[in-house]
């Protein structure tokens, strides 16, 4: 159906309305035109080793080399990739993109449960994995069809003497590294040498072939991994690179990266978005070592950064951040969860800086609008559709809503997703035959074009930018056994934006809040663990015998003040 853009009316100076899709085929054409424009330049820096983007070029080559050669991988193959904001991460990621394999990003935290789905859902046969988080994967490892596991220490790209301590300090003193056996496993190190001399076939890549697997709940329960095409990614990247261009100094850049890269946010708007033109990631492993994290930023010139509302939040609350230098911060870009007014009138206060506001979907890449980057201060919407975007608000019946009405929003644009890997039936929930996107979020648009998020259609719970599916919280505390029944809802919370909270009512009167604690402790990631239990002794339920959450989050006090450990 044809669509009205009142928003290209209101758009930056110099954006256009629609992107070049044909300028570059895939991910790995983009590396290797920022790799020739910028060779010199510095790509990636991390706990201050940098590498430059010659460097980054040759290293993802020798891994590329390696996956195709020793392990004879074919296109198409996943590789799951299980690390922290490090420099292994942008060499193995580009390293496989240039083998033409499929890479599953996996978060490092993940549960026992948790990983055994997704190494199995995506089929990987291959896993890079940090030593902090190998014990996890030796328990799954059986049962999924990994093949070859690689491993690294978080010193292990440093140089020497200096990556040999972390790693020495992290083992012996902080005990950070639980003790594992993975028969056959290989170090990274050893990967890339293997790679070294070795030619590189070329592995022909378009449009059509599927770069990413990104895993999201989607809309509701278990993990399903969202298929990213080349074609999507690329298109993100000109999309978002158009929008930032007129405020962005090519080859000057340097973006502060602490959002997770293997979160659909970091991923596309800080490694790909700024690799393009030629800027300095300044990659931050720990990011919630907040004192750390503020030296850190005392000893970089930063000109952007980008983050969830929880960060921003953090920063401001640590010590030392206001004293910072912002004479180089041009550009503060919030996603991933609803930015809070007070946070942004904050930042504006002691960075000068207003905090942009984005909205985006692992569905869509992920970004679907922006606020305009020139804005003077922040205005609440999500912003406007970018390049080649088209948003709508949509009734029950798919009928798109006039301006001002309360509808679901939904997306289209060469952003948007291929589907759920080998879930026809759940793709077909959320995309339509004519390419709509149905996001399940509730909002409404303006005579502008400016959209604004309402809330959402799902029960879905954000904790700091992360969805959190309560029937998943639900199906791990009701194996309990003294849980009769169990509800899981979001409440807000100052820190996060929301925590979950269970009501739960109990078979057995001598059941714990921490009983409960403990258990979820083991099944689910943090993130995903109750900051509030209560009990009761019914849940409020409709005629047919479903739980109503609604009521349960009616009456909620704010997390901040309930009661909890």
């Not at 919407?381 to 009734?395: H, R």
């Not at 919280?473 to 809802?489: R, T």
């Amino acid at each position: 159906m044809s669509i009205e853009r009142p928003w290209l009316a209101h758009y930056p100076k110099g954006v256009p309305a629609e992107i070049d899709l044909k300028e570059f085929d895939s991910i790995p054409a983009v590396l290797a035109s920022a790799c020739k424009t910028y060779a010199t330049n510095p790509a990636y820096e991390n706990m201050g080793r940098t590498l430059s983007y010659a460097e980054i070029d040759t290293l993802s080559a020798q891994f590329a080399a390696y996956l195709l050669h020793d392990l004879q991988l074919k296109k198409g193959d996943r590789i799951a990739i299980m690390l922290p904001n490090i420099l292994q991460y942008p060499i193995a990621v580009f390293g496989a993109l240039r083998a033409g394999l499929t890479v599953v990003n996996t978060n490092p935290m993940y549960t026992v449960r948790e990983l055994k789905h997704q190494l199995h859902d995506a089929g990987a046969v291959a896993i890079v994995v940090l030593d902090n988080f190998a014990a996890t994967l030796a328990e799954v490892l059986a049962d999924t069809p990994v093949r070859q596991v690689i491993t690294t220490g978080v010193g292990d790209m440093l140089g020497f003497p200096k990556g040999a301590i972390i790693n020495f300090v992290l083992k012996y003193l902080k005990r950070a590294i639980p003790a594992y056996s993975i028969p056959g496993a290989i170090r990274f190190h050893e990967a890339l040498a293997r790679g070294v001399g070795k030619t590189l076939p070329s592995v022909t890549l378009g449009h059509e072939d599927i770069a990413f697997l990104q895993y999201t709940g989607g809309t509701t329960g278990v993990a399903k991994g969202a298929m990213l095409t080349h074609g999507n990614m690329v298109a993100n990247m000109q999309q978002a690179s158009a929008w930032l261009g007129t405020n962005v100094k090519p080859g000057r850049e340097h973006i502060i990266t602490a959002l997770p890269l293997y979160h659909i946010f970091a991923l596309t708007a800080n490694c790909l978005v700024f690799m393009k033109f030629g800027g300095l990631n300044h990659l931050i492993t720990n990011p919630r070592d907040m004192a750390g994290f503020v030296k850190t930023l005392s000893r970089i010139p930063f000109t952007s950064i980008t983050g969830v509302n929880t960060l921003f939040n953090g920063l401001l609350n640590t010590p030392g951040f206001d004293r910072l230098d912002f004479s180089h911060l041009h550009l503060t870009l919030g996603g991933g969860m609803a930015v809070q007014r007070a946070v942004a009138d904050r930042w504006k206060q002691v960075t000068g800086v207003t905090l942009v506001e984005a909205y985006g979907l692992t569905e869509t890449s992920p970004a679907a609008c922006i606020n305009p980057m020139d804005l003077a201060e922040y205005n609440a919407a999500i912003g406007l559709p970018i390049s080649s975007t088209d948003c709508c608000v949509m009734d029950e019946e798919n009928r798109m809503l006039p301006m001002g009405e309360v509808g679901e929003l939904c997306v289209r644009g060469p952003q948007v997703m291929a589907g759920y890997w080998q879930r026809p039936d759940e793709t077909a929930k959320v995309l339509s035959a004519d390419g709509w996107l149905h996001t399940g979020d509730m909002a409404k648009m303006d005579e502008k074009g400016f959209f604004y998020i309402v809330d959402r259609k799902k029960d879905m719970i954000l904790v700091s930018g992360f969805n959190v599916y309560p029937n998943e919280i639900e199906d791990v505390v009701a194996q309990i056994p003294g849980v009769l029944e169990v509800a899981a809802v979001g409440v807000p919370d100052k820190k996060s934006g929301e925590a979950v909270k269970l009501v739960v009512v109990r078979k057995d009167p001598n059941l714990s809040e921490d009983d409960i604690r403990n258990f979820c402790r083991h099944e689910l990631t943090g993130y995903k663990q109750p900051k509030l239990i209560e009990f009761r002794k019914e849940l409020p339920k409709s005629n047919v015998g479903k739980i109503l959450r609604r009521e349960l989050r009616d009456s909620q006090p704010e997390a901040s003040t309930a009661s909890h450990h």
